[in-house]
């Protein structure tokens, strides 16, 4: 029998020898691990409970039917693009799309949480009292009784969150998503107290659709004031007629905006008290905190016997 041959016949005892100890490790450092994986385990159950319940709310949106647009050719067509007038055409961003940045802008959320008072519920809540359906806010952040900021933070901060630091915490309660295939849009928010939840997706879709209807509103007169001004400059009567199809254009967007109250979004599921929460997943939590203890305390009497710690 060659060297070789040796060697592999072996390899395979080399490794039974290696588990063996393996498994002898592990069970003399047993007790070290039962005890250290209940304690992991009774520790994140303990986390888990001490985890204030989350709910979700959640909306459908369609976005409503934008009307087609006139297309003008030649110098008209330039003209009425200067005067903000929508010519249609595969160019530009559409009305969805546009209104589903602006919900996300920080200049949008700003004035929602200014408008609607959110920097308490949204910066000092720690839980939801169920039974008296009140917010449990943090003593340290702000005073309820004194209506006072206590929080102490660090400069630039102050006492009382900014209307930006505001926004980036909203915006982990807000998720919005857009379905390609359908166009439709889900809005949700997640909070401590479902009715708040509830309420502000209903602000938020009165919000939006009010500010591009406002926006319309705005570039329809501005288009209007600047094509009568045009009509008063040229004696062409083929472009005078081209400018009031213009203006009757932005007419009809004028009245369109001011009979429609959903201009943008139209509500197909509306907002609901949430009545289950969505997290925190108690049971995951605590599942994985038993199989995390297990883990690093078979490691620990591994390494401890191999070692000689």
Known sequence: MTK????????????????RELFTAIWQGKWIIIVVTFVSAIGSVFYALSLPNIYKSEVLLAPVAQEQSMRIPGQLGGLAALAGVNLGGASGTDK????????????????????YDLFVPVMAARGWDLSTNTLILDSAIYNLDTAEWTRDVKVPRRAKPSVLETHEEFMKLLNISRDNSTGL???????????LAKEWLKWLVKEINEEMRQRELDEAERSIAYLNE????TNLADARTMLFSLIEE??????????????????????????????????LISILGLLL???????????AYFYKI
């Open 96 to 115: 969805t799309t546009l209104a589903i940045e602006v919900l996300k802008s920080r200049e949008f959320i700003g004035r929602f949480i200014e408008k």
């Open 4 to 19: 070789e041959e040796t060697k592999q016949d072996s390899r395979p005892q080399d490794d039974e020898i290696d588990l």
């Open 250 to 283: 932005q007419t009809k967007t004028l009245m369109l905006a001011n009979v429609r109250n959903e201009y943008v979004f139209k509500t197909l599921d509306p907002a609901v008290v949430a009545e289950m929460k969505a997290k925190p997943a108690r049971a």
């Open 185 to 195: 849009v889900r809005v949700s928010v997640e909070h401590f107290s479902p009715y």
């Open 230 to 233: 045009q009509v008063l400059k």
């Open 293 to 303: 203890g297990c883990v690093l305390s078979v490691f620990f009497v591994l390494i």
